[in-house]
């Protein structure tokens, strides 16, 4: 009777120790994370038959060094990022796009006073005469300097403060998702950081949840999640019914828009190979 007791005790513990424990960076500009990738994230775990639970772990990383400690696996074991090849290589990819191809649909932050600069531009030529503002590590880099369109590179929450104060930086592309989301959270802060009205910048691109190589148990977890999701309707769900996305639809006005296509250089296998069903805005290759 006595080991039945022990048994009975420990039991709480061995289910406890069988949690997928997901470890994800808090980052000080984070409301779209709460309201879309953290949710997304909670869909698919919940889906995956998977006992779970999600930790925020407080560091101050640009997305290189981010990157990692995500491959260690010590601090961090999963993000979400814009893909690339040596994202791909270092980190367990989980190849489902989150945005559905929105990723690559971009609008620009820019200074309220360069619209008029900005409405007179119709190709990437004379973009090219415009400097884009970009994050330490961030893989659609490669996509800007490919274009011939310059760079400059910085802490995130940095080019917030520069775009506001004018005069280094004339625009800073964010998917169209992002910049309403970080409008709303940032007007106060930033009053003279406006959405550009005039141009869409397009090109193949996805975001994916990131594992540490040290967590492949979470990496099927998630696939297998994401995969359920879909095919019992409720990633849909949210994706069409998610407040952010919404905005963002409502707000971009993409069809009254000049569009730039810029070629991505680092188009990887996987990138390629997403099936349709997991695209809205699939990827359009090419200028």
């Not at 879309?36 to 925020?56: M, N, P, T, V, W």
């Not at 994202?87 to 191809?101: I, N, Q, T, Y």
């Not at 004339?170 to 003279?192: C, G, H, K, T």
């Not at 594992?211 to 769900?237: I, N, W």
């Amino acid at each position: 009777m006595k080991w039945l007791i022990t048994l009975c005790l420990c039991l709480p513990l061995l289910a406890q120790a069988q949690d997928l424990v997901v470890k994800i960076p808090k980052r000080p500009v984070n409301h779209l994370d709460s309201d879309y990738q953290l949710k997304l994230l909670d869909l698919a775990l919940r889906h995956s038959g998977q006992a779970f639970k999600i930790e925020q772990v407080d560091v101050d990383l640009n997305q290189f060094t981010l990157q990692q400690q995500l491959k260690t696996g010590k601090t961090i074991n999963l993000f979400w990022m814009g893909t690339s090849s040596a994202l791909e290589s270092a980190l367990l990819a989980v190849p489902v796009p989150l945005f559905r191809g929105l990723e690559g649909l971009r609008l620009s932050f820019i200074h309220e006073k360069d619209q008029e600069k900005f409405s007179q531009i119709e190709t990437l030529e004379q973009l090219k005469k415009m400097r884009a503002a970009q994050g330490i590590g961030w893989s659609d880099n490669k996509i800007y300097q490919a274009a011939g369109i310059p760079t400059y590179m910085t802490r995130f929450t940095n080019l917030f403060r520069l775009m506001n104060d004018g005069g280094r930086l004339d625009f800073f592309p964010r998917n169209i998702v992002e910049i309403f989301a970080e409008q709303r959270e940032l007007a106060s802060q930033y009053p003279n950081l406006v959405v550009e009205q005039h141009l869409l910048i397009r090109y193949p691109f996805a975001e994916f949840f990131f594992v540490s190589p040290q967590y492949p148990k979470l990496a099927k977890a998630l696939t297998r999640g994401l995969e359920s999701a879909y095919a019992d309707g409720s990633f849909m769900r949210f994706f069409r019914e998610n407040p952010a996305i919404r905005t963002a639809l409502a707000s971009a006005n993409l069809a009254g828009r000049t569009t730039i296509k810029l070629a991505n250089p680092d188009m990887t296998p996987l990138l390629r190979s997403i099936p349709a069903q997991y695209w809205d805005y699939p990827p359009s290759q090419g200028q």
